[in-house]
């Protein structure tokens, strides 16, 4: 019995081996039928090339047709991916300060139309009136139909000082409006805070930058003091916060939440595949927060608002963000020229993508215009003649006057909306804490 059992062990090794050496075969065949498809699409692109090179009614230089060919094949992939000629990536590895200038906005291609995400706050460009959502169609004399991101930024950049002409069409516009601008150096204040009411802290994060965290804790220290404690309620401000530095809205994200996922991220690539949690100590306390974000609101900005409300510890009031969830990587050629490509997406700890959706706010608000109304003095009952008085009451000591606050609201909070509907709710919501359940 034992003798006739090598035989059939045999036959199946053989049958094993032979059906592996099959799906490999197929699979080698499949690989190799794939580059086959590659070549010939390569292929069709040295013939163009060199019919351009050998028929052109002109001389075309070799290196200005492959960069064409470069610039549109990235352009095809996403509105961020672009190639940076040798120009144009020096001016992003150097250090231009003193030298060049800008406007202040952040910009993008959306549906084929160079669109602002954001003016920054302070910049020419916030100064002169630019908004979200603006599209640009000319610059100086050249119109922007079918211009890259990097091509736009060279014609916006110069010398401090000097001005640039740009054509922007605007929803409530009948024609485009033209805007002439002055240069200068853009030095953006990443964070700025103020006490709105007493135990009421408000924070401004215009970008996120190489410092933001580390101004944020500063700020929030120095509004501990103010208030000579801790706060009973924060608003942290995103509103047109283009974004910025990844590990900064990882940071500031961290500053809010004692555990849980922040953000992560997914490609092709291993190193692509991220994921970042937050850490226990140096947790700022669990004072209610409301964050305020609108259509200029992108990229790490989304991160924070989205890191911050999965997680359930913070309130978004305002409108919808930008959508901006793509991971840009910048990859040195060796010719100098450099490649910007998108290399992954954003997820919120929930698995919801940012890219092309946004953060969608918890309580939509939109901007308004308020009125503040004067000059009506209120007739009460203790006006009337003969009021009766209440019960052992001395009709000689004036009424008890309201509880005099150490700060109040500036005329331009009083203006903003969306910033006294997030201080209402966190004031509401120490009220309805202090009920102990009576309303119910």
Not at 113 to 127: F, K, M, Q, W, Y
Request: hydrophobic share 40%.
């Amino acid at each position: 019995m034992q003798k006739s059992k090598r035989p059939t062990a045999l036959a199946l090794m053989l049958m094993l081996v032979l059906c592996g050496w099959l799906a490999t075969s197929r699979a080698d065949r499949a690989a190799t039928a794939k580059e086959i498809d590659n070549y010939q699409e390569l292929q069709l692109f040295t013939d163009v090339l060199s019919i351009i090179r050998r028929s052109y009614v002109e001389e075309v230089d070799m290196k200005e047709l492959v960069y064409g060919a470069v610039n549109g094949m990235l352009a095809s992939l996403d509105p961020h991916s672009s190639f940076m000629p040798p120009d144009v990536y020096k001016e992003l590895k150097i250090d231009t300060s003193g030298e060049f200038g800008g406007l202040g906005i952040e910009i993008t291609i959306r549906d084929g139309l160079l669109t602002v995400v954001s003016p920054i706050e302070g910049t020419p460009a916030d100064r002169v009136g630019l908004q979200a959502g603006d599209m640009i169609v000319k610059i100086e004399d050249r119109f922007t139909k079918d211009i890259s991101i990097m091509e736009a930024v060279k014609l916006m950049r110069g010398r401090k000082g000097t001005k640039v002409k740009i054509s922007v069409m605007r929803e409530s516009f009948t024609k485009p409006t033209e805007f002439e601008i002055v240069r200068e150096i853009i030095k953006v204040k990443s964070v700025k805070a103020r006490t709105l009411e007493d135990k009421f802290g408000y924070v401004r994060i215009a970008q996120f930058q190489e410092r933001t965290q580390d101004d944020l804790n500063k700020a929030l220290a120095d509004l501990k003091v103010q208030n000579k404690g801790d706060l009973d309620g924060l608003v942290l401000d995103l509103r047109n916060n283009p974004g910025g530095l990844l590990d900064q809205a990882v940071k500031v994200s961290d500053t809010f939440l004692e555990q849980g996922l922040i953000v992560y991220t997914e490609g092709r690539e291993e190193g692509s595949q991220m994921r970042f949690s937050a850490h226990g100590p140096g947790t700022e306390p669990d004072y209610p927060i409301v964050i305020l974000i609108n259509g200029g609101s992108a990229s790490a900005s989304e991160i924070v608002a989205g890191a911050l409300q999965d997680n359930g510890r913070a309130v978004i009031l305002g409108t919808q963000s930008f959508g901006k969830g793509s991971v840009q990587t910048i990859i040195p050629m060796n010719d100098d020229t450099g490649l910007r490509l998108t290399t992954a997406r954003y997820f919120t700890p929930n698995g919801t993508s940012i890219q092309a959706k946004g953060i969608v706010p918890d309580i939509l608000v939109k901007p308004m215009e308020i009125k503040e109304i004067n000059g009506f003095g209120a007739f009460r009952e203790k006006d009337l003649t003969n009021h009766i008085n209440s019960p052992g009451a001395d009709s000689a000591v004036p009424a008890q006057e309201p509880k005099q606050l150490k700060f109040t609201l500036d005329e331009k909070t009083r203006k903003d909306y969306q910033l006294l509907r997030a201080l209402d709710l966190l004031k509401g919501w120490q009220i309805l804490k202090g009920l102990n359940g009576k309303a119910a």
